[in-house]
Structure formats: structure tokens, C-alpha cells
């Protein structure tokens, strides 16, 4: 006779268990809840039960995976689900690096203590499943140190199967903690009994009862387990159990099963094989129909199935009961396993799951299949930007030969390298030079090790890389190859490092092209990234900020090159003088930088939120954040960004009048001993460390008050930017040239009609007002002599300004009607940046009548020269930023 299935019963309701949410609510008052019993005990049910209480507590719930046994991914985790409940937490105080291989607990812990000051209200902190950090060391110390000295903000609630590795001895004889076990998570008599009547057994006798809880311990899901299978089997089933826990497990697992049709009992068995199951997927790979409305029903049963938070239509198999029912599947149907992983394999990479693909692949004992999806996957992870995802699979394949298969390795040394593991990727790429031409032909081969060897050296070492001139040929050999896009970013990033803009803007743009057709979505912001910052270089700020701003605001929501658009993003905001802003999103950037980013938009964010901060007033705060980058760059590896951070810090000592504190900076970076070594007595090669060393002596020098020296390193500065296309940087230099003569504030009118003559106005952005410390001042001084700021300039640097300057805009007409139309066309030829023989040309007139229009245009407008019409234009054109 056919049997109805378990599931048609209807769900189980939870038992409110009020004595033991008590007890949590007492223990929230202390600084540490443990929670330490079996799987199934009802842990993770209890700390709903006791959340839901209080819907609207500040609780962080975190549960753990064996994935977190990372440092970096735990904590970056951890930062992450604390700020999403506790918003004043500060994610500058506490980043991935705070937790990357070389940092300590107590390291860790003081950084975290740093960000959970700012939080005013009590936090509860659950860590659920801490069992899988029980080999992590650096984990279980840091909490250790977190709980010796805890933020008064913080309650933590650890629920564990087996005791945490924690320091707990003190907090016990302070009576600082709470302790619930496997005993006090024991279900009752009374419980049990209420058990019993919500599954339908009220005819369950007492000593029948009292048997079952002996055995079982009070163990909520073996109750449970038991209590459904006398259901079908009949209450007089459950007088015959005896035995340990795991015999009893496995007899219940077996009433289970024998209680569901075959068809049911094979769709549990076999989607065991799965982290997470849903309907499609159960339909497809186990060949079942209906699969969704079962999956619905089983679950509501709360015993063979959760459903999956935030994640509708997914569902997991208790841990436990998972165990059992693969173990039992390997029993009865081995060779069946093989054919489901392949078929899994399939499920997943059609509905883009390369992950979960990858894993059924390497279960399936198929070499050539799992070959094969490592390249399709490391292929798609490599042009969507997500390392991480490739560097996870390269560790669970160490040393394997798959990682040396052409498709492979390629993506994989890339990421190496952008991630700066440089040993790493030097022993595989000897490893791959070895290998020899496997799946490609020899010159294919020769030109990929070339390839990944120069790109090897431009970013472990870019100053060794300065002489190289055969990534030339290289560009032209990849033509025939998938690496020639990449191939054309690294020679456009080469010629942007060293000071050649005008060949990196060439390059950049043939890569982005050729990107857009290949589908390297990640390298094309890249190349993006690379062109706003030529054009930022040679004096096109308005071009730059445009390209951010449309590339920023058109930006997928969870693609991997959001960190590329929103920290260049930051660079154009902080530009335009628009703190604020930029501050906020560095705040939201730090959260997410790691090892796999960037160094260049590491450290340009972290030095962007630092001066920031310095400028609204957080002065500490910005020391506080140089001295993290300087933590997360390694000075033998990052000496560029190392110069930046030297030069920015020492800015910040001069600026808060701290003498002594700038001299320990200037000795700690070793400038003394530069200048009495003569490294400034004669004119180098321009390269950016060298700029930036630079410019840090001539603020140790003008800090204490040798402006002579000061100036005599800006001019041979000067003279090595002068072979380059570095505008921007040209005018930083110039303008702390002018600052560093004595006689700067008498000639101010002088030095602003020679830097906006020479660089224009657009270029004076608050960059230049933060590296040429005074010049608001020269600023200044240059208006009480009669120069007239534009209103679209005021109206982004107006803070930075006298008030003079900005009402004197207002009193000025619109140029033109003042003007005859001749005067007219040969002013906007003028606007246009001809010069006299060109507008002869264009207006048809000779240069000596040019000459006369122009003095006529001059006495017209009230102006001198050609400076000064320009800025009165632009007064009246907010639109004209680049002119």
C-alpha cells in the first residue's frame, strides 16, 4: 500500500525556549557569550529565537564557512558585517591589510579597537559555527587581545561545536562571561512532550519519552528525527533505540529514508552532492520533475533542509544529515557519483557559477574536464578583474599540471603579478618556461614568456624597467595573439610612468579599442584609467574629469572595476576641490582594497583620504592613515609611491608646525644625507621618485627656513620636466619656485600672469594648492594687485581665495559687447589659443594689424595682456574649463 510522504504533514513550528533567551539577555550585559554544543544541539536556532525579541538590536551576525579560515577573508568579512549594522564603524581605522600575512593579533586587535571607537551604542557581534577557525591561530589570538581590553560599544556571542582555543579564565573568575552547553541546550521533559504534540505524537508514553531523551541526550534534531520517523513507523519504533549518538544518527537517518518513496529517497540522497540545492537544478542534473514544490515542502519540515538567507528558492541540507545521506549514496551508488559531478559541471557553467563548476569538475576525477573549465573560468575571471576568484583555485591546485595548460597559466601569472605575489609568479613562470609549447605552437610560446617576463619587471621593479625599449617589438610580435591588448596597456603604462604622456595616451587609446572588441571588460577601465591620467598630465583636467565622471556614473553595480572608476573618481573630486565627496568615497574604497589591487589605487586612495582629512581638519586621523600605507607598501618593491608618502607626510609635519617632527621625517627618509651627497647639485633623468623626493627636500628645507636651497632643486627640477609632457607636474614645481624667492608676496601679479601665461588657469586645481604650500596666499596677493578670477573657478576654489578676489568677478560686463566684430572674431581666435600669425591667417588681415586690434581689444576690456583676456572670457563661460 502506498505510503503519503513525510512532507505532505505540514511545517514544524519552533519551540520558544524563554529561559534560555533569558539567560542570553543577561549575558548580553557581559563581555562574552559562548554557546559550545554538538551540531544540532539548536545553537543557531536559539540566537534567532533571541534576535527576533529585539528586531531592531545593533546584532551583526556572521556565520562561518571553512573559507574563513583566511585571515584577510575572515576579517574583511567581519569589518563588513559589523558596518552594515553599525554605520559610524570606521572602515579607514580597519582594512584587509590590517589582517594580510605579516600582521600580528595584537596588531589586528588594536586596529579594530581603533575602528569601533567611533560607535556610541552597544553592538552584538555573533560569530555562529566558530568551530572552523579552530586551526587559525592568528583568529582566535587577535580575540583574545580584543577580549583583554574590549571597545565598550562591543558583546560578543560565540556559538561553537567544539571549545574555541580563546583565553577565557579571567573573564570566568571576573564573572565577565557567559557559558551555555551541550547540557543547558538539552531539551526537557516538558519540552520534549510539547515536541511531541507539535509533530502529532501526543500518544508518545512518558517512559517512552524519558527512553528517547536518555538516549539522545536532549539533542533537539535527533529528537526531532526520531519523533518524524515514529510517525510513519509507528510510536512503538521508538522503544527498540539504543546505542551512541552516531549509531542512533544513522538509524535515524534510515527511518527517515524508508519513510519516502523511492523517487524522494534518491532526490535526497543524490542532491546531498550539492553546497546548496535548488528546483533547475535538482530537475536537470538528478532528471526529477517538480523538484521546486518538494524542495518547498521538505523545508518546512525544519529538518532536512534550511532555506538559504537572502537567497530565495536555495536550500542546504543540515551538515549532519548531509554526511549521512553522501556516505550512503557512495554505498549503494558509486559509479553513479562521477556522471552527476559531470552533469553538475554543465548546470553550473550555464548558469555562470564557475565556482560551484570547478568543484564538481575536481569531484569528478575528469582531469581534462576540470582543465577545461579552469581556462573558461580563469579566461572570464581575468577580464572581469576577479583575481581572488583565480588565486583560491590556485591554491587548492598547487603544483598541479593543469595550472601549467596555456589557458591557465596566462590569466594566472597576470594575476599574480597585479597582485604582487613577484616570487610566486617567478618560480610558475619558470615552471612554465619548462613546461615548453604543450597546446601551442613554439613562437606562440616564445612570445607569451616574453611577454609575462617584461610584465614581470614593469611591476615588481618599474625603475629597472625604465630602459627597456624591446616591449616595442613585443607589441608587435602579440599582434597575432590574445595577449596583444595587454601588451599595449603595459607599453602605454611604461611610457605614463615615465614622464612620455603623449605616447602613453597613443597606446592607451589603441588598447582600449582593441579591448572593446575582445571583451576585457576589467582592462579596458584600465586603459581608461590610463587616458584620463595622460590627459590630466598634459594640462586637460576638464577632459579628464569628464571621462571619470561619464565612466563612474555608467558603471555596472557589482563589477570588478568599480574600484578603478571610483578611485579615479576620487582623484577628479579632490581635484575639483570637493573634499567632502572625495573623502566619502574613500571611506567606501578602503573597505575593499586587498592584496589582489592595484598598488596605484592603494596608494593614491589611501594618500587622497589622507590629505582630505588633513584639509577638513582630522590632522591626526591623516597621520594615522600615512602610517597604514606605509604598513602596506614594502620599500624595496614601491619606492615611487614610497617618494609620494615621504613628500605627503613631511607636507603635513611643515604644515602643523611641527619642526622637530619634520626633521625625524627628513632624516627617517634619508634627505640630509641626499643633499650633502650632491644628488641635487646636478640635473638626472626625470623619473616620478626622483620628483617626489625632491619636492619632500624642498619642504624640509623651506620648513626650516632655507628657501635659497629650496629654490636651486626646484629649478633643476624644472629643467628635468622640461623634456617631458607633465604639465601638471611642471606647474607644481614652478609655483613652489616662485614661493621659495624672497621676494614672491611683493611680486605675486607677476608670478600668477607667468604660471596661468605659461600652464592656464584650469591647471591650478586643489593639487597645486596642497603641493605648493603659500600659494593661496600668492593667490591672494595677486588679487589685492588687480587680478579677476573667473566665476567658474571661484566657484570650485572660492574657499581657498581671498574675498576680494571673488567680488570683483562680479563687476565685469561681458567682454564681447565692448568689442567691433572684427575685435570679436580676432578675440576668439585669441580664446582659441592662436598665436598672432595664426589669427593673421584665419582673419585675413597682416600682423601688424593684428598687433593694433589686439591693443585696442586690451584697452577695450580693461586688460593687459593675454592672460588677462583670458581670464576675463572665461569669467563668462563657466563651460570653457580647458581653454
Not at 563588513?80 to 549594522?85: D, H, P, S, V, Y
Not at 575536481?362 to 574536464?369: E, K, P
Not at 582600449?512 to 595622460?534: P, R, T, W
Amino acid at each position: 500500500m502506498h505510503r503519503e510522504p513525510m512532507i505532505t504533514q505540514g511545517p514544524t513550528p519552533l519551540l520558544d525556549r524563554p529561559a534560555l533567551v533569558h539567560a542570553l539577555d543577561q549575558g548580553s550585559l557581559k563581555r562574552l557569550t559562548l554557546l559550545t554544543a554538538p551540531a544540532g544541539s539548536g545553537k543557531s536556532t536559539l540566537i534567532r529565537q533571541w534576535l527576533a525579541t529585539e528586531p531592531d538590536r545593533p546584532a551583526a551576525l556572521m556565520t562561518l564557512q571553512d573559507l574563513d579560515r583566511d585571515p584577510a577573508r575572515f576579517f574583511a568579512r567581519l569589518a563588513q558585517t559589523i558596518r552594515a549594522k553599525a554605520p559610524d564603524f570606521d572602515s579607514s581605522a580597519f582594512t584587509p591589510f590590517d589582517a594580510g600575512s605579516h600582521c600580528t593579533p595584537s596588531t589586528i586587535a588594536e586596529a579594530l579597537v581603533h575602528s569601533l571607537a567611533p560607535i556610541d551604542h552597544p553592538v552584538v557581534l555573533i560569530l555562529d559555527d566558530f568551530q572552523h577557525l579552530s586551526h587559525t591561530p592568528v583568529i582566535t589570538d587577535t580575540f583574545n587581545r580584543l577580549l583583554d581590553h574590549p571597545p565598550a560599544c562591543l558583546h560578543l556571542i560565540i556559538a561553537s561545536r567544539a571549545r574555541p582555543a580563546l583565553k577565557l579564565s579571567q573573564l570566568k573568575l571576573n564573572q565577565d562571561m557567559l557559558e551555555l552547553s551541550a547540557r543547558d541546550l538539552q531539551f526537557s521533559s516538558a519540552e520534549a512532550k510539547q515536541l511531541c504534540q507539535s509533530l502529532g505524537n501526543a500518544t508518545v508514553a512518558t517512559n517512552t519519552l524519558d527512553h528517547l531523551l536518555r538516549i539522545t541526550e536532549g539533542w533537539i534534531t535527533g529528537l526531532r528525527l526520531a519523533l518524524l520517523a515514529a510517525r510513519e513507523q509507528g510510536v512503538e519504533t521508538l522503544d527498540s533505540f539504543s546505542g551512541n549518538q552516531p549509531e542512533v544518527m544513522a538509524y535515524f537517518g534510515d527511518m527517515v529514508l524508508q519513510a519516502l518513496p523511492s523517487s524522494l529517497r534518491s532526490l535526497c540522497l543524490q542532491s546531498a552532492l550539492f553546497d546548496r540545492i535548488t528546483g533547475s537544478l535538482c530537475d536537470q542534473v538528478l532528471k526529477h520533475t517538480g523538484s521546486s514544490l518538494i524542495l518547498e515542502h521538505l523545508a518546512r519540515q525544519e529538518l532536512f533542509l534550511m532555506p538559504m538567507d537572502h537567497d530565495p528558492g536555495w536550500y542546504r541540507f543540515h551538515p549532519l544529515l548531509r554526511d549521512f545521506l553522501q556516505t550512503r549514496l557512495a554505498m549503494e551508488s558509486p559509479a553513479l557519483i562521477p556522471a552527476l559531478h559531470r552533469r553538475a559541471v554543465h548546470w553550473f557553467l550555464s548558469s555562470g557559477d564557475y565556482h560551484q563548476a570547478l568543484k564538481h569538475a575536481q569531484s569528478s576525477d575528469d582531469a581534462v574536464l576540470l582543465g577545461d573549465i579552469l581556462e573558461t573560468a580563469f579566461g572570464i575571471w581575468s577580464r572581469e578583474g576577479h583575481f581572488s576568484r583565480i588565486l583560491f583555485w590556485e591554491y587548492r591546485l598547487q603544483n598541479s599540471p593543469l595550472l601549467l595548460r596555456t589557458g591557465v597559466a596566462v590569466p594566472l601569472l597576470c594575476t599574480l603579478i597585479l597582485s604582487r605575489r613577484f616570487h610566486q609568479a617567478s618560480t610558475m613562470l619558470e615552471r612554465f618556461r619548462d613546461a615548453g609549447p604543450r597546446d601551442v605552437s613554439p613562437d606562440h610560446h616564445r612570445v607569451l614568456l616574453r611577454f609575462l617576463q617584461l610584465y614581470l619587471e614593469l611591476f615588481q621593479n618599474d625603475n629597472r624597467f625604465i630602459g627597456r625599449q624591446d616591449y616595442q617589438d613585443l607589441v608587435q610580435q602579440s599582434r597575432l595573439y590574445d595577449i596583444f591588448p595587454l601588451s599595449l596597456c603595459m607599453a602605454a603604462y611604461h611610457h605614463l610612468q615615465h614622464a612620455r604622456p603623449e605616447q602613453a595616451l597613443e597606446y592607451a587609446c589603441q588598447a582600449l579599442e582593441v579591448l572593446k572588441q575582445s571583451g576585457h571588460h576589467f582592462m579596458m577601465d584600465y586603459a581608461s584609467l590610463i587616458i584620463a591620467l595622460c590627459h590630466r598630465s598634459l594640462g586637460r583636467p576638464g577632459q579628464a574629469m569628464r571621462d571619470i565622471q561619464g565612466a563612474y556614473l555608467n558603471m555596472p553595480i557589482d563589477g570588478a572595476a568599480r574600484i578603478l572608476r571610483s578611485t579615479a573618481m576620487v582623484v577628479a573630486l579632490y581635484d575639483q576641490n570637493r573634499l567632502a565627496e572625495a573623502n566619502t568615497l574613500c571611506r567606501e574604497l578602503l573597505p575593499k582594497l586587498n592584496k589582489t589591487s592595484a598598488i596605484e589605487v592603494i596608494a593614491t586612495v589611501y594618500l587622497t583620504h589622507a590629505r582630505c582629512l588633513f584639509a577638513l581638519g582630522d590632522r591626526d586621523k591623516a597621520t594615522y592613515i600615512l602610517g597604514k600605507l606605509e604598513h602596506i607598501l614594502e620599500p624595496e618593491k614601491n619606492r615611487r609611491f614610497i617618494s609620494h608618502l615621504i613628500a605627503e607626510r613631511i607636507r603635513q609635519c611643515w604644515l602643523n608646525g611641527a619642526r622637530e617632527r619634520v626633521e625625524q621625517a627628513a632624516v627617517r627618509a634619508g634627505l640630509p644625507t641626499m643633499l650633502q651627497k650632491g644628488d641635487w647639485d646636478t640635473p638626472g633623468t626625470y623619473s616620478e621618485y626622483r620628483e617626489r623626493l625632491g619636492l619632500a627636500t624642498v619642504y624640509w628645507l623651506r620648513a626650516t627656513g632655507r628657501k635659497a636651497q629650496a629654490g636651486r632643486i626646484l629649478r633643476l627640477l624644472a629643467r628635468e620636466l622640461a623634456d617631458t609632457g607633465l604639465v601638471s607636474r611642471a606647474l607644481v614645481v614652478s609655483a613652489n619656485e616662485w614661493l621659495s624667492r624672497d621676494d614672491s608676496s611683493r611680486n605675486s601679479k607677476e608670478a600668477l600672469d607667468a604660471l596661468i601665461q605659461h600652464y592656464g588657469l584650469h591647471n591650478m586645481t586643489r593639487n597645486l594648492f596642497d603641493e605648493a604650500p603659500g600659494f593661496g596666499e600668492l593667490l591672494a596677493g595677486a588679487s589685492d594687485h588687480g587680478l579677476v578670477l573667473p566665476d567658474n573657478y571661484l566657484a570650485l576654489y572660492g574657499n581657498l581665495v581671498p574675498e576680494s578676489a571673488r567680488s570683483a568677478a562680479a563687476v565685469r560686463p561681458d567682454p564681447l559687447t565692448l568689442l567691433t566684430h572684427k575685435e570679436q572674431d580676432i578675440y576668439r581666435c585669441l580664446l582659441g589659443g592662436l598665436s598672432n600669425s595664426a589669427i593673421s591667417q584665419q582673419t585675413g588681415t597682416t600682423i601688424s594689424t593684428t598687433k593694433w586690434h589686439l591693443k585696442n581689444i586690451y584697452s577695450k576690456l580693461g586688460v593687459r595682456n593675454r592672460t588677462e583676456a583670458v581670464l576675463l572670457a572665461a569669467s563668462h563661460d563657466p563651460a570653457n574649463t580647458d581653454a
